[in-house]
């Protein structure tokens, strides 16, 4: 059956949801993450689509744009091809990247002020963070600090300019709005579903049980000793490996291993920063991760 052609509006605004391949991440360090985000400023820098702000995870990624003279789905086969093109070259791995064909959702000028903010709390609600200025990887920082290398190539000035004319005071405004819906719940996603869209199937996430199991059989401990509160080297590197895997793996939030784990999210959200550079940093502990 042939799909159903995605329906593009030059010049309007487009929610783009993308998530990786079931096994596969789309961003494996901070040279992925700065490498995508070039290739949206290079597209924004030569007027092929107008940027409004993005938020990129480990595993999945929104984006809001406008496309100016291609199609969103012809912009979107030249950012992720040359993205799948890379990232398999670097981790020695064929075949797609992502998982099917992205989502999209054509909003109008009036939902842009809302789309953003969810873009910039997501996350804050997915408890990566505990303010949305903290995350590394989304443009919430561009739009407070008109001196961050990002402010140049995105459209903030379009969204700013309904909180005040004066760009100090818009700035802050912005920033208030954004965090005053920090605890409400996730709309962002509420968009998708339209008849120029389908829902993806996900893949089954593994249990935090299961992933505990792994775990433990890994490094030769009792599960239940990942609960403890001892700070013995050999569990403390087991709930630091357990936690990174279920955020970056399995995709779980920080709330949630806080929960599994007994643990306050501050301290998993410690463990998970702490994991993520060991990964990249720390040969054994790679190989631990990569064994799960």
Known sequence: ???????????????????????????????????????????????????????????????????????????????HGSHTLRINHRQKRRGPLFQGR?????????????AIRNIHLWPVRKGLVRRAENYAWSTHVAYLDPK???????????????????????????????????????????AFGSVESKKIKLP???SLTALA?????????NVLLLHNVSRRQDLVVARRLFATAAVMNASRTIT????FLKRDKAQVSRLVSQGMDLVHKDEPFKLLFNSI
């Not at 992205?102 to 809302?114: A, M, P, R, V």
């Not at 140049?152 to 969204?159: G, H, K, T």
């Not at 004066?166 to 405004?173: G, K």
């Not at 208030?176 to 962002?188: D, H, K, Q």
């Open 102 to 114: 992205f989502e999209s959702k054509i909003l109008g000028e009036d939902q842009l002020t809302d």
């Open 213 to 221: 199991k792994r775990v433990s059989l890994l490094l030769n401990i």
């Open 148 to 190: 961050n290398p990002w402010s140049n190539s995105l459209a903030c000035s379009q969204i700013l300019q309904n909180f005040s004319d004066s760009q100090i005071i818009a700035q802050r405004a912005f920033g208030r709005y954004v965090e005053s819906a920090a605890l409400e719940p996730e709309e962002a996603l509420e």
């Open 256 to 259: 949630e291993v806080a929960t």
């Open 1 to 79: 059956m042939s799909r159903s052609a995605r329906v593009t509006i030059l010049g309007q605004p487009h929610l783009v949801l993308a998530k990786a391949g079931s096994g596969s991440k789309l961003f494996y360090d901070e040279e992925d993450f700065e490498a995508y985000i070039a290739i949206l400023m290079e597209l924004a820098r030569n007027q092929m689509i107008e940027l409004f702000g993005f938020c990129l995870y480990f595993n999945e990624l929104q984006i809001l744009l406008s496309p100016t003279q291609f199609s969103l789905s012809r912009i979107m086969q030249r950012i």
């Open 204 to 206: 089954k996430r593994l």
